[in-house]
């Protein structure tokens, strides 16, 4: 796909669409790039460039246990706001947590945006519903233009309408699997790529090095970055070298497994505290200005606390469970790669069948930390199917239980 289709003007939005900015939003005398010298002085409006955040990640998924979405697409994660220097606020305005995101997009006029949603904006680990709630309240509320004193003819949900247009509107230029079969790079059970292949062919898509980011060497997610010349709402985008987060693929030996089956739109029958996708995810009811980086303070000796509702509750032992009456055990973080692996007095910890175990037949397991919590994959949030509390302990897990729980580094 060439560079020029990523460019998308006010001009070449759907006629309906266009009218509706137009008559509903205030006028902007000039036209500022995100994260430009322009951007910061005074006399811009927040409403005429997004600020302080500027640097754009539009996110993709490539799904394939359980499979969503077509066979031959990737699909929609988000459209994140970051600050200019890759740190990022989320969850920004708990009154605009909207709900029933689908009866919003209709109320305005997308039946049809809906509708490609639902097969190209899924997650697999819960509803689809429940997904673009999370998406539009943890970083569609943190869009500084999107404010509804940005409007002139406000109406509630017409700012989350607007941000669920220019995320799919993009979406749509940056077909990511097309440019990897340009390059030969096809779904495949039995070949490997490597990252430098991938990143060669992504490169092509917008002009900017994408992140690439594998869980067991497994390509599942992409980043684009991108500033925004105006106002989220114009859909107008220059591609950039994305700053604060970097690819964790290994150089050689990457798979780009295939999709076993047409995709579907799971549910989820237990509802947790903390929304949950797979992303860089901080509880829902905390609202912070993190650093996402590969190891934040995780080295030397420390012990690793949980936070249960945003509660302290308890500490991992030594096996790696999740206990609240016992002495926390000592872990070792020793940098390694593009983060950093942990051992107890058990022995080495990994993630071992999706729960997190120390032990001397263990193999290690590189973490990462994403806003000073412990990361598997790039996600901090980690489950458990019991809250541990006398004698009990909780194996800690990757995927989804009733429980969720995170975990900071604490030295010693």
Known sequence: MAFA????????????????????????STTVESCSSAASSSSVSSCCVNKPGGQFLQTQFWDTDPVTGPSNSWTIHGLWPDNCD?????????????????????????SSLVTYMQQYWQSNSESTEAFWEHEWSTHGTCVSTLDPDCYTSYKTGLEAADFFQVVVDLF???DTYSALSAAGITPSSTKTYTSAQIQAALLKVTGKAAVILCSNSELYQVYYGF??????????????????????????????LPKSGTGTSP???????????????????IT???????????????????????????CLIS???????GTCATYTATA????????????????????????????????????????????????????????????VYTSSKTYSVTFQWQSV
């Open 5 to 28: 289709a990523v460019s998308m003007a006010l001009a070449a939005l759907p006629i309906a669409n266009a009218a509706s900015l137009l008559n509903s939003r205030a006028t902007c």
């Open 86 to 110: 890759g740190t990022y606020d989320e969850n920004c305005d708990s009154s605009r947590a909207y709900t029933d995101i689908t009866t919003i997009l209709q109320n305005n006029g997308k």
């Open 172 to 174: 749509q230029t940056l």
């Open 227 to 256: 500033f925004a010349n105006g106002p989220l709402q114009n859909g107008d985008f220059v591609a950039s070298t994305i700053v604060g987060d970097s690819s964790n693929c290994p150089s050689s030996g990457v798979k780009y």
């Open 267 to 285: 549910t989820t029958t237990t509802k947790t505290t903390t929304k949950t996708v797979n992303e860089r995810n901080i509880p829902s009811n």
């Open 288 to 314: 912070t200005s993190p650093t996402s980086t590969a190891t934040g303070s995780f080295s030397g000796s420390g012990y690793l606390n949980a936070y249960y509702n945003g509660n302290a509750d308890g």
């Open 319 to 325: 096996a790696g469970t999740w206990y609240t009456t």
């Open 336 to 395: 390694s790669g593009s983060g950093f692996t942990l051992t107890s007095s058990k022995g080495t910890c990994g993630v071992v069948s999706g729960a997190f175990t120390c032990g001397s037949g263990v193999s290690a397991t590189v973490f990462t930390a994403v806003s000073g919590k412990l990361a598997y994959n790039g996600v901090s949030t980690f489950y458990a199917s019991v809250v541990p509390t006398g004698s009990t302990q909780a194996t």
